[in-house]
Every structure is written in structure tokens, then in C-alpha cells.
């Protein structure tokens, strides 16, 4: 009966331990029969017990051999029950090298539980045990007591790993064996130490790969690190990332994020192999400093390589490795792709043009648009509008102009996109349509370094403001005409006060047009003034910072300690750049109103009302004729302009949809109401 028992605490049954319940049903441990005589349900009790961890055993190595491409006959067993469970996970066997590194930790358990085995026959056969010719089973039970704890937990272990494939799939199965390891049971918590570690020796295969040599060897797809060409086929891959590998082809997976690596640690991690893979494709073999230093590769490669080994993980440890492997990349990346300069003359190129500080070209550019026939302008076909016509405008409009001679300006273009583009898009703007009837895109041709820090979406909210600043700049060169025609209606008609109930009627259209011509400026003078032109000179100043600290760094190896003010205000790398600059387009997104749907779209009626007002008094003037309709235009414009100053006054006290009060709205309200007027009519009004 006792080697019957070691035979069955080695997964095999036979006449005496049997599968339970029997078939038809699953068997789920192992149990003496009914029938079977002679013994007491004490020991009946014991038995079953010791014959319950082989079933566990069992099961288990049928786990592994799956895991190693075996197929376990087990009828020669006679475990039909284990060969049903088994035939129904290979359907859906867990694989990927965390679970091979689970798997090997888990045979190491199983190997010393079979020692364990040998040892408790060895002592059998030479009678060690014996205590008057028989061996106590309290004997066996007192052996593999540890075992009673340790082998059910592995056991409900792999089955929650075979029950969710998907959701304990690569990195994810860290979580799992996390949760497990939150027990207060020392021999259990120290074998899930064990799992635990051989998977995180796993995790940071992936990681020294990834951060010393740039390289993303993830075959099964488990790392929280993913490249997306691989979602495409050969022919698309250079067409989609050659020019924007640095934010579109690696991506980080949060899903794949354990819960003890925080999600900072893994953005800095996916930094910096981003930083060495995208400067060794993007750079020449022969280009100096093309290749990462081996000095600095070897040093990183030490500090993982003595990481992993420590059976146990600390968060801390990681932590302040990665931070100081991103400050040594970071370091090295300035020197390779000197950012300073060309980070400031791109964001200049953006801010003359996207941002219109260029005024001589803007007001050029809406003169060559106004310029544009009435008939072109009315159409509906879009086909009319040409993408070449409208980049041989943008070149006409360089023409004398500051422009002319910039090469950044040579980038920009103008895009028509299709129907089907303005469908599948969310980056149409409100005033993209505003020039010419259709919408018009301004875009920019971005390209290495520069695309370090510069996102597509960057770009595209650029275009946003662009369409915005463009619309009312219009809406004041329009404004201005109107100004110089009533100026020369005044010159050429010297009885222009014509009299209606005693009134000079004259007098209206210029009233209603310097009211307009007011709230104009002052939305203008706001976003040129108080939103680009600081936020510009804060980020300038920043990265100016920057580059000054990884100059004296390069030219000294005992670098000199930053004051604290300039320390808090330098960006450490290209990551943090294009995170300040993110930053930067927000605040000016928020400064001109645009996060705002009720706001852009009070604007954009109001600019339309202005719009409306100039062709009514396009041409030959004749006031009397037109009074009713100046009427109408002047009614509906200080409705709408009454209605954006009362939902800013409301947004400033409550800050609702901005965190907190805005403080650029005091500064427009300030302008608007300088004089109290909008805020006396108010009180009218109620």
C-alpha cells in the first residue's frame, strides 16, 4: 500500500487511489474506494489527503509538458479525467516566454517535491520509519506537510492562467503572481517569490534589450513596449514611419504594465530605447556619433544585468537605475543632434507662420485671398480649389516679405483636404472654411531631429490656430477696407450728411463699424500679446536653459551645480521638451478660446455677422438704402459679442471645463471692458 502511495503522490493511480468522482464526470483529486476494507476513516482521511497532492502533481506536470510540446497519453495512466481537462487547454494553450519562465520555476518546485518522494521510499525500504514493523502514515504526512499548502495554490495558479490566456498573457501575468504573493504564509509566499522572479528575469531581457541596444525582441508580443509596423505589411512600413518613427512606430501598451512598475518608469524606459533605436536609424553608418557609446552601453548593460539577478524586485531599485540611464542618454542625445538651436529656430519658423507673427506676410496672405474671384470663392465643387493653386498663392504671398528669404518657409503648405479625409477626420476646424468656402488646411513638413519633439497632432492643432488667427486677421484687413471706402465716400460727397429724422445717417455704419472693428483688435491684441508671445518666451527661455546645462556638461566632466529656479526650469531631455511643448500648444489653444465649442462658435458667427457687414457695404454706398439691414447686422453682432462676454465673466468665477479660473481671461475681459461698458449693459439689460 505504500508504494502504491508513492506511485500515486507521483500523479499515477491504480487500484487503490482512483480518479474522483469517476466518468462520466471531471476528476478532481484522487480517493480510496468505498469498498476498499480494513481501514480507519482516520487513516482513510490521511491517505486521501497525501493522494490529493499527486493529483495536484499531476495536473501540474501536464501543464509543463503542454508547455513543452508534449502530448501525455494518459490512458496508460488511467487518469481519463486529467486526459479530458488536458485535450480541452490545448485548445487554448498559454504560451510566450513568461509562461516557459513560469513553467521552469514551477518544475524546480515539482523537482524538489519528487525528491522529496525518493527520499520518503529510500527511507521506507531501509526501514528508517519503521516503528515495530510498520510505518506510521503520520510519518509521510509530517514529510510533505509544506507541500499541502504549496502545490493547491500553484494548481488554482495555472488554472486561472489556462481560464484567462488573454488577460495573464506576457507581462500581465506579473499582476498575477503579485496578488499571490500577498500571503501570510512564509513557505507560500517564498515559492511565489521564486515565480515571481523568474518572470521578472524575463521582463528585464526585454528591458536591457530595449534600453542598451535599442532593440524591441518581443517575437510573442508580451512586452509593454510595441511596434506597430509589425501591423502592417513591408510595402506600407516605409511609407507610414519613416519619417515619424520617433512617436508613431513604438507605442507604449499600458495594458502590459505590472502593477508594481509605475507608469512613469515605463514612459522613461520607452524614452530612452526610442532615443538610441531612432538616432541609429535615422542617422548615417558613417556619420560621427551614429552609434551609442560602448562605454556607456556596457556600464547601463551592468546595472540591469545586477538588477535582475536579486531574487527579490524593488520599484526604488528600477526606478533609479532607468532615471539614471535616461539622464545618461539624454546627455548623450544633445550631443549627437545638438537640439538647443534647432529646437528655437523651428519653434520660431511655427510661431512666424502658424502663429502669424509675421506680419507683412499675413497681411500679404489675405490680400492675395481677397484677391481670389467672387465666383471661385461662391463655388460648391471643391475640385475647383487646387492644392498647386493654393501653394502658388502661399509663394506669391512670400514675395516681399520677410518670408521670401526664410528657408524655413519653404515647408509650409496649403492642403485641400477630400470628402473622404474631412469624414474620417477629427482635425477639420471650425474656421478652416472661412477663406475660401472650403476647408483649407496649413501644414507643415516635418522632419528628423525636428520630429523628435514635434507630434503629428502637434501639427495639427497648429493648423487649428493657424485657421483661427488667419480668419481674424481677415475679418480685420476686411474691417480696414470698409474704413478706407466710407474715408473716400466722405472726400468725393461733400453733402454726406444726409439728414432722416433729423439724424446724420452717416454716421451709423461708422459706429457700427468701430464697434466691430474694437472687439476685433482686442481678441487679436489678447492672442498675439498676452497668450503667444509670453507662452513663447517662457518656452524659449526653457530649453535656452536646457542647452546651456548640456553645454557646460559636454565641456566639463565636473559639471557645476544649476541654481534651483534655473534646475526647476530646465527640461532634462528631448522627452521632456516635447512634453513642455505639448504644454505650450495647450496654453495657446486655451488663450484663444478653441477647447471651448461654445466659445469658437460664438466667434465664428460673429466674425460671419462682420463678414456680412463688409459686403453689404462693398462698392458704391448708399447709406439710406442699407440702414435696415446695418440695423440688423449691428443687432445680431452685439447679441453675440454681449453672449461671449457673459460666458467668459461666468468661466472666470467658476473656472468650470479649465480646473480653476483662467487667468488669461482677466486679461480679455480687461480689454473688453477697460471702460465698464459691457458690464454697465449688463446691469441695463437685467
Known amino acids: 500500500m505504500l508504494h502504491e502511495l508513492l506511485l500515486t503522490l507521483s500523479g499515477l493511480s491504480g487500484d487503490l487511489f482512483v480518479p474522483y468522482p469517476s466518468e462520466p464526470e471531471t476528476a478532481t ?17 490521511s491517505l486521501e489527503r497525501l493522494a490529493a497532492l499527486g493529483f495536484y502533481y499531476r495536473k501540474l506536470t501536464n501543464f509543463l509538458d503542454k508547455q513543452r510540446g508534449r502530448n501525455e497519453n494518459n490512458e496508460n495512466h488511467g487518469s481519463v479525467g486529467l486526459q479530458k481537462d488536458n485535450e480541452t487547454s490545448l485548445k487554448s494553450t498559454p504560451h510566450g516566454s513568461f509562461i516557459h519562465a513560469l513553467c521552469n520555476a514551477i518544475n524546480e518546485v515539482l523537482a524538489d517535491f519528487h525528491k522529496t518522494i525518493i527520499e520518503s521510499e529510500i527511507r521506507i525500504l531501509n526501514k528508517e520509519d519503521n516503528m515495530g514493523g510498520v510505518v506510521p502514515i503520520s510519518q509521510l504526512v509530517s514529510a510533505f506537510s509544506e507541500y499541502y499548502i504549496i502545490l493547491p495554490h500553484l494548481s488554482q495558479l495555472i488554472l486561472d492562467v489556462e481560464n484567462n490566456p488573454v488577460k495573464y498573457f506576457g507581462c500581465r501575468i506579473l499582476n498575477l503572481i503579485i496578488d499571490k504573493c500577498n500571503t501570510g504564509v512564509p513557505e507560500l509566499r517564498e515559492i511565489m517569490l521564486k515565480l515571481l522572479h523568474a518572470c521578472h528575469e524575463v521582463m528585464f531581457k526585454h528591458i536591457t534589450s530595449w534600453m542598451v541596444y535599442g532593440q524591441l525582441v518581443d517575437p510573442f508580443g508580451e512586452f509593454f513596449i510595441k511596434d506597430r509596423t509589425l501591423q502592417y505589411n513591408p510595402i506600407e512600413i516605409q511609407e507610414q514611419f519613416s519619417q515619424t518613427k520617433w512617436h508613431r512606430r513604438f507605442i507604449l501598451d499600458e495594458s502590459f504594465i505590472s502593477n508594481n512598475l509605475p507608469n512613469d518608469v515605463a514612459k522613461s524606459i520607452l524614452f530612452v530605447g526610442k532615443a538610441i533605436a531612432t538616432v541609429r536609424n535615422s542617422t548615417k553608418p558613417y556619420e560621427k556619433h551614429s552609434k551609442f557609446p560602448d562605454k556607456l552601453a556596457s556600464l547601463h548593460l551592468q546595472y540591469l544585468l545586477e538588477l535582475s539577478s536579486r531574487p527579490i524586485f524593488h520599484q526604488i531599485e528600477l526606478e533609479n537605475i532607468v532615471n539614471i540611464i535616461r539622464n545618461n542618454v539624454a546627455q548623450w542625445l544633445w550631443q549627437v543632434v545638438l537640439t538647443g538651436d534647432k529646437v528655437v529656430e523651428c519653434l520660431e519658423a511655427f510661431k512666424n507662420y502658424f502663429l502669424l507673427g509675421q506680419g507683412d506676410f499675413a497681411t500679404s496672405l489675405v490680400e492675395q485671398f481677397e484677391k481670389l474671384s467672387t465666383s471661385r470663392l461662391t463655388s460648391k465643387r471643391i475640385p475647383l480649389i487646387k492644392e498647386q493653386e493654393m501653394n502658388s498663392l502661399l509663394v506669391r504671398a512670400s514675395v516681399g516679405t520677410l518670408a521670401e528669404k526664410d528657408l524655413s518657409f519653404e515647408k509650409f503648405r496649403f492642403k485641400v483636404p477630400n470628402t473622404n479625409e474631412q469624414q474620417s477626420s477629427n ?16 501644414e507643415y513638413d516635418i522632419g528628423w531631429p525636428l520630429d523628435l519633439f514635434v507630434t503629428s497632432e502637434d501639427l495639427s492643432k497648429y493648423g487649428d490656430i493657424f485657421s483661427f488667427l488667419i480668419s481674424l486677421r481677415r475679418t480685420q484687413f476686411k474691417l480696414q477696407k470698409v474704413w478706407a471706402r466710407l474715408a473716400a465716400n466722405v472726400k468725393k460727397e461733400r453733402n454726406y450728411k444726409f439728414s432722416k429724422r433729423n439724424k446724420n445717417v452717416m454716421i451709423v455704419p461708422w459706429n457700427v463699424r468701430a464697434s466691430m472693428m474694437f472687439f476685433v483688435d482686442c481678441l487679436w491684441a489678447h492672442v498675439q500679446m498676452d497668450i503667444i508671445e509670453s507662452n513663447f518666451q517662457k518656452l524659449v527661455h526653457r530649453i535656452t536653459i536646457s542647452s546651456a546645462h548640456h553645454q557646460r556638461q559636454r565641456s566639463s566632466s565636473i559639471t557645476e551645480q544649476s541654481p534651483p529656479s534655473n534646475e526647476l526650469e530646465r527640461l532634462r ?25 461654445v466659445c469658437t462658435e460664438s466667434i465664428r458667427t460673429t466674425l460671419k455677422i462682420v463678414d456680412k457687414f463688409c459686403i453689404l457695404l462693398d462698392g458704391t454706398i448708399d447709406i439710406e438704402e442699407k440702414l435696415e439691414q446695418i440695423a440688423k447686422y449691428d443687432a445680431e453682432f452685439r447679441e453675440q459679442v454681449m453672449f461671449l462676454f457673459r460666458t467668459l465673466s461666468g468661466v472666470n468665477k467658476t473656472g468650470e471645463g479649465f480646473g480653476g479660473p483662467p487667468r488669461h481671461l482677466d486679461q ?5 471692458d477697460y471702460s465698464k461698458w459691457f458690464s454697465n449693459y449688463l446691469l441695463i439689460r437685467l
Not at 29 to 45: G, M, R, V
Not at 427 to 442: H, K, T
Not at 573 to 597: K, M, N, P, T, W
Open 427 to 442: 482635425a477639420i476646424s471650425m474656421f478652416d472654411d472661412i477663406l475660401i468656402g472650403v476647408p483649407l488646411r496649413f
Open 29 to 45: 483529486t484522487y480517493k480510496i474506494p468505498p469498498e476498499f476494507p480494513f481501514l480507519h476513516e482516520a487513516e482513510k482521511s
Open 668 to 672: 480679455l475681459l480687461l480689454r473688453l
Open 573 to 597: 531631455d528631448f522627452e521632456d521638451i516635447r512634453l513642455g511643448h505639448a504644454s505650450y500648444i495647450g496654453e495657446l489653444l486655451r488663450g484663444c478660446l478653441l477647447e471651448s465649442r
